[in-house]
């Protein structure tokens, strides 16, 4: 098994919202605001193509790949 660009954002994405989620009915209700931001940030890069967090693993030397590649259906 190996890990891509793709799957990192994802997994990277979904930790920050379920941890500020989480933080804002632990310690305050302000940690919403950093869910909302994770969440534009999804919104703006599902039209522009440019992700920070992408562009911070590839300098990392992670690979990049799809994500989903084995959920789409085989030509022919």
Do not use: E
Not at 34 to 59: R, Y
């Amino acid at each position: 098994m190996t890990t891509n660009i793709d799957k990192l954002v994802f997994r990277i994405g979904g930790l920050f919202v379920v941890l500020s989620v989480a933080l804002s009915q632990l310690h305050s209700v302000n940690w919403l605001w950093f869910t909302a931001f994770v969440g534009a940030n999804m919104f703006q890069a599902s039209f522009t193509g440019f992700c920070p967090m992408a562009t911070i693993l590839g300098k990392l030397g992670v690979r990049s790949g799809a994500a989903f590649c084995n959920a789409a259906p085989k030509a022919g």
